[in-house]
């Protein structure tokens, strides 16, 4: 019922959901570009039509009663970004309890331009040994849906040379407020 009500919602919005790569039970989805509220119900929406069960991390302040039970059962991890929890081996130790995990992070970190994304997905799915699998919500094109997965080699570059590939025809909701697909790593 999930499946059929958001296809139906998805398609009277005038959105095309992409069948062409079928999403992988173990990996770090890229949700990206992210530029807008409505990231966030869209991500839903496209998830309950492929039918996947994700976690996803947030922000922790938007994880208040009694809006964080919802959260969490939609598959929210609160993240507390003011200060260092180690993150990535947390999420590293989570790929290794589970046998079935998409986690999607939104590499930009934020709805705002940012000069550099984050490497938290990187770090998480190199070290977790699954691929990274890119997202996308092309609100230009109003389609939705996945790219091939990625085995990533460790070399920053070369992986982060096909990410780029594979965003580039997508625009986000605001595409002034997306910056260059590029890592701190990569820029020093």
């Not at 119900?41 to 039918?51: D, G, H, V, Y």
Request: glycine share 8%.
């Amino acid at each position: 019922m999930k499946r059929w009500m958001a296809r139906k919602i998805l398609y009277l919005a005038g959105w095309t959901i992409d069948p062409t790569n079928p999403p992988h039970e173990r990996c770090v989805l890229i949700a990206a570009p992210h530029t807008s509220n409505w990231d966030f119900p869209m991500m839903i929406l496209f998830t309950n039509a492929f039918r996947l069960k994700i976690k996803w991390m947030g922000k922790d302040n938007i994880f208040i009663w009694p809006l964080s039970y919802f959260l969490r059962r939609l598959g929210g991890i609160p993240i507390v970004r003011s200060r260092s929890n180690n993150v990535v081996n947390q999420m590293i130790e989570l790929f290794a309890k589970s046998e079935q995990l998409m986690l999607v992070v939104p590499a930009e970190g934020t709805r705002g331009r940012t000069e550099n994304w984050k490497s938290g997905f990187y770090h998480i799915a190199h070290g977790a040994d699954v691929p990274v699998l890119p997202t996308f919500l092309d609100y230009g094109n109003k389609r939705g849906g996945f790219g091939i997965p990625i085995k990533l080699t460790g070399n920053i570059t070369v992986d982060m040379d096909i990410i780029r590939k594979f965003y580039k025809p997508h625009s986000g909701k605001y595409p002034e407020l997306s910056g260059p697909i590029q890592l701190l790593e990569e820029a020093n």
